[in-house]
């Protein structure tokens, strides 16, 4: 498992910088509308050097970049790494820093290993069922990778909010989900609400910082993989909203049910 996780690192950093690249670029808003947009390369620049590296593992690949494998095919799968080269399209697109590379090790329809990076701010997520999540900073692609791991800070940090805390979507709130929080609202006698986009939600509950993440709305697996077990690994129950029913992967259809996220 641990080398699996060192490698998982070394292609998020990796896939991180192939990122910054793009988002980075003067004429960024140019190519955005374009065919040849830069985030679209940026995508693809990314899965590309995740493959090239998750390869050496001999284990398959699903990412959001090569979605198109057959289910007969896959179905076969009982060890695959599920990847999002860059998760949060539109937080890339208004260049706020909140995207992510996330890649994940699923067993038998369970995330047993999970990587979370955040090019822009450098911080590192990743947990494993063996050893629990952590998350460490200045992570960047000349990075010692043992030493990351070595010197990381065990997840939760925080025990514990004053205020109910509630984590949600920058970019896709809905009805269903203010009807929910406005619910948690009235029974812990008011909430403390946060936006965030991307996994960085997930990370948020694993982190301790957020109490709750509800997503009452589409996502896929890959969008959830690796921080489901960041998520889990550091203590907390993410499961269907009924709270009970645990969010399951591969599956022929490759979306998910709506989730609740709770420490």
Not at 105 to 122: A, F, Q, R, S
Request: glycine share 6%.
């Amino acid at each position: 498992m641990q080398d699996l996780l060192l490698l998982a690192i070394e292609a998020s950093l990796k896939a991180g910088k192939e990122i910054l690249k793009v988002y980075h670029s003067d004429d960024f808003d140019v190519k955005i509308k374009s065919d040849n947009s830069p985030l679209t390369l940026a995508d693809q620049n990314a899965h590309n050097v995740i493959a090239e590296i998750l390869q050496k593992s001999e284990l398959p690949i699903l990412s959001e970049e090569g979605k198109n494998i057959p289910f007969e095919e896959r179905k076969q799968w009982e060890r695959y790494w599920l990847v999002d080269p860059l998760d949060g399209t539109k937080e890339f697109i208004k260049r706020n820093g909140e995207f992510t590379v996330n890649i994940a090790l699923i067993e038998n329809g369970t995330p047993v290993l999970g990587v979370i990076y955040v090019p822009v701010t450098k911080d590192l997520y990743f947990g494993d069922k063996e050893k629990g999540s952590y998350k460490t900073v200045n992570a960047d692609k000349d990075a010692d990778i043992k030493m990351l791991t070595q010197f990381a800070f065990k997840l939760p940090f925080f025990q514990g909010n004053e205020i109910y805390t509630v984590v949600g979507s920058k970019s896709h709130m809905n009805e269903e989900t203010e009807a929910f929080i406005y619910k948690l609202k009235q029974e812990k006698g008011g909430i403390d609400f946060i936006s965030k986009g991307s996994s960085l939600k997930i990370c948020m509950v694993a982190e301790g910082i957020a109490d709750i993440y509800p997503r009452f709305g589409p996502t896929m697996e890959w969008d959830t993989a690796a921080g489901h077990a960041i998520a889990l690994y550091s203590g907390c129950k993410i499961t269907q909203q009924d709270e009970k029913t645990p969010l399951s992967y591969n599956k022929k259809e490759l979306l998910n049910p709506w989730f609740i996220v709770r420490r």
